[in-house]
């Protein structure tokens, strides 16, 4: 009886060019985790642009986290049918122009819309990177150190979210967090 992992090839240890990825990859990861706590300081202002009602304040802050969560298992399954990178590059595209319908909303109504797709994009972009990275790190140690990574970005994202909207609605107005994507 012979064993049958002692005759499969060691994984290919990843070099500079899935390195290099992996950072370009982190980007998006960065701006969906960024969303969710950016609004933290600029709801103030945005309550006293947009006026909006009890009700839809909840819902311009709960939106997003709401179809991000919502829609992850489902953008994953779709990445595995269509392609990774093609629903990436559709995801960073809704992310993109969500964005800027985000920051000129012009009520309450469009603000919530537009924090909708922005949670639809964001769900096709986090599934879509973190299984880039499981294909372009075959070696164990070097997939545990880039999830690792991936991690920690998700993480530092959602720190600096509050951190940026503080400081981009003290110089400039609150549709500008959003122009950050």
Do not use: C
């Not at 202002?45 to 986290?65: R, V």
């Amino acid at each position: 009886m012979t064993n049958p992992t002692a005759s499969r090839p060691a994984p290919a240890r990843a070099g500079r060019r899935e390195w290099t990825a992996l950072g370009v990859l982190m980007l998006p990861l960065l701006l969906v985790s960024m969303d969710v706590s950016v609004l933290y300081f600029a709801i103030p202002e945005i309550s006293a642009d947009l006026a909006p009602s009890g009700t839809q304040q909840l819902w311009i802050f709960d939106i997003y986290g709401f179809v991000l969560a919502g829609l992850l298992m489902t953008m994953g399954s779709l990445g595995d049918r269509i392609g990774r990178r093609r629903l990436l590059l559709a995801g960073a595209v809704a992310f993109g122009a969500a964005s800027l319908l985000a920051a000129y909303a012009d009520s309450a109504e469009t603000l919530i819309a537009a924090r909708a797709v922005l949670g639809i994009g964001g769900a096709t972009l986090m599934p879509s990177t973190m299984a880039l990275v499981r294909t372009m790190f075959t070696d164990p140690a070097q997939r545990a150190k880039a999830i690792g990574l991936w991690s920690g970005v998700m993480a530092a994202g959602v720190a600096l979210g509050s951190v940026m909207s503080g400081v981009l609605v003290e110089h400039f107005w609150w549709g500008s967090v959003f122009l950050v994507n």
